[in-house]
């Protein structure tokens, strides 16, 4: 265990270097700021845009709806697309996982303590995205007191499902070439669209709610909002799950996905280490 921890901990602080550029601190802090805002002015246009379309006065529980939905959305783009590109970027752009891959450590472990960093960041852009939408653009979210230990529970069962499936496919990309980055970016885009992120199950057709009820991203989605803003009256379709039926969701999904995740780990760095996969680039 203790090999284990100090291998996530290098792996953390190495992915926070990596991903902030090797800058100075205050000057990722401060991109760190500008980035999420940016992001919800992009939303707000998004609204606008549906208004003008749709209705000719917008609907706030929409409003907060869609607002809620993207800023923890932020989660999935970039956990998911993280964990996923630790092998491609060892192998392909650095050319070092031969060197880490040989250490006495868990490379299992390496690519969690990896994602961790992604992970950081992408709270504290949640975090600045929903500030900034309850004091600048009016967005309707009450947290109380007493679901704060559920919310934070939910959060963590819902980030380890997305690190789960960003491992599955980092076993995936042990056998592919390196432009398959697009898979990680296609299946946040299912989920997008499937998970009730920008607008409820209720306005897809049959097979398409089904498709949602069958991703925990969806439950996550749907809870986190039920937590954050309990007065938002959005037919999402789920309104006969309850909170302690969504929580045993999640609980079981995360297991039953990292079980599936180890399985897919395994399998995808036995056939490359059998094929000479582990360490060969593509540099096409």
């Known amino acids: 265990m203790n090999t284990y ?14 991903d902030s550029n090797w800058t100075e601190p205050w000057l990722f802090v401060l991109y760190s700021v500008i980035k999420p805002v940016a992001g919800a002015f992009i ?12 209705r000719p006065q917008g609907d706030p529980d929409a409003f ?15 956990v998911l697309f993280g964990t996923f590109q630790v092998i491609q970027s060892d192998r392909e752009w650095y050319q070092t996982i031969r060197y ?59 980030l380890a499902v ?6 599955c496919l980092g076993g995936i990309s042990f056998l592919t070439a390196k432009h398959t980055h697009g898979l990680a970016e296609g299946i946040p885009g299912l989920f997008y669209v499937f998970c009730g992120v920008l607008f409820p199950l209720s306005v ?3 097979w398409g709610q089904a498709i949602g009820r069958a991703i925990p991203l969806t439950y996550w989605f749907d809870i986190t909002r039920r937590l954050l803003a309990p007065t938002i009256s959005v037919n999402t ?3 006969g799950y309850d909170e302690p039926t969504i929580l045993l969701f999640l609980v079981i999904s995360s297991i039953a996905f990292f079980g599936l995740s180890v399985v897919i780990y395994k399998l995808g760095e036995y056939f490359a280490r059998k094929a000479g996969k582990i360490d060969m680039t593509t540099s096409y």
């Open 237 to 239: 379709t789920l309104g």
């Open 204 to 206: 897809l057709p049959d």
């Open 100 to 158: 880490v891959y040989i250490s006495p450590i868990s490379y299992y472990v390496y690519i969690l303590g990896r994602a961790a960093s992604k992970i950081a960041v992408s709270v504290f852009a949640v975090a600045i995205t929903l500030v900034f939408g309850v004091f600048f653009l009016g967005v309707r979210m009450h947290l109380a007191l007493s679901d704060v230990p559920l919310f934070l529970v939910t959060t963590i069962l819902g």
């Open 43 to 54: 939303l707000v246009l998004m609204y606008v845009v549906f208004v003008a379309i749709g």
């Open 64 to 78: 907060s709806y869609m607002y809620i939905g993207n800023s923890f959305f932020i989660f999935v783009a970039s």
């Open 162 to 167: 997305l690190l789960a499936i960003g491992i």
């Open 5 to 18: 921890w100090r291998t996530f901990k290098v792996a953390a602080w190495l992915g926070w270097e990596m």
